[in-house]
């Protein structure tokens, strides 16, 4: 059937907070939508109007608080049938599940649903925690990330590195996460000890090496 349809993204929508993103939506084959409603709503939640746009213009006066002089549509793409929302400056509360809706549209398929899913990531930060026998007690802390990340030690080949004990964490008041992991290291050929911090469902990778001098393993 040739019936136009509201096609949303094939996959979710991946954002780190502070970017700003588009959450894709546009009619499917392409019609103009410059004289059709549309309305971005949050589904599942009280606060529910991202954007409206209605009668040729942008429609906001019930606007949720959260999103406002945050959210746009590309009006001079309209015509082509894409009314996607571009969100500037997103947060971590701004994760979620999104709804485009186009309701005077003639069709079966009227709305599509789009996944936000919003991370956080931070650089991990090492340092020398104390001497432990002949070897040398490493600190690796990194903070601000979201979802939960993992932290490993490797050596210079890119070896994990068995560590002192599970990664401790706690949650800031943000909701995000701080994870400290100590490892004790001998003496090798390079002293050089990486810290990977590692989120895959956002598919995000931060890391930080130290060179040990070798005067300290000698104590
Ligand atoms: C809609 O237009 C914006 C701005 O030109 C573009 O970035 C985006 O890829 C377009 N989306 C679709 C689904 O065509």
Redesign the pocket.
Known sequence: SSEVQV?GPADRVVALAGDDV?L???LKPSVSAEDMAVEWTRLNLKTRNVHLYRQGRDSNEDQSPSYRRRTSM?H??LK?G?V?L?LTRVTLSDAGSYRCFLPTLNSQVKETTVQLIVGAVSQPVISIDGIKGWGVVLKCESGGWFPEPEMEWLDSSGTILPADGPPERHRDSEGRYAVRRHVTVNQTDTNRFTCRVHQPEINHLKETYIHVPGVVFIG
């Open positions: 096609v588009i894709p939506c546009s590309f001079e793409e082509n894409n996607s571009k």
